[in-house]
């Protein structure tokens, strides 16, 4: 399974249980990778980081918004984690937006 698919399939594994999203939302990001390598999900840090950086840049341009400080969706963040950001807010948008993440990040080699 490639690292896009497992990343995708961490985040909705954590979307569907609060308690999970809970623990792990306060951790770092090589926390949380660790976490999902443990759930039978590997993908580490710096996959992570450049695909989700690729999937908000494309959401961008789907919306027809620039990719900058005034990006929609950033203002979704303020009071929240980042991986609480990632799986309530940018994987259902992905989504409604028809992204989809294999094909970035087949273009990225993960």
Same mark, same amino acid.
């Given at each position: ?42 993908? &580490?840090?710096?996959?992570?980081? +450049? ?8 959401? %961008?341009? @789907? *919306? =027809? ?23 309530? &807010?940018?994987?259902?948008?992905? +989504? ?8 970035? %990040?087949? @273009? *990225? =080699?993960?």
């Amino acid at each position: 399974m490639s690292s896009s698919s497992n990343m995708s399939d961490f985040l909705r594994s954590v979307a569907a249980r609060a308690d999970l999203l809970d623990s792990l939302k306060v951790k770092s990001m090589a926390e949380v990778s660790a976490a999902a390598g443990a759930f039978g999900f590997p993908f &580490d840090e710096q996959e992570f980081k +450049a695909l989700l950086w690729d999937l908000e840049m494309q959401l %961008a341009r @789907k *919306r =027809g918004e620039p990719f900058d400080a005034s990006f929609s969706l950033w203002q979704t963040m303020w009071g929240r984690s980042y991986l609480e950001y990632l799986v309530n &807010d940018l994987m259902p948008s992905l +989504a409604e937006a028809d992204i989809d993440i294999t094909t970035i %990040a087949n @273009k *990225r =080699g993960l």
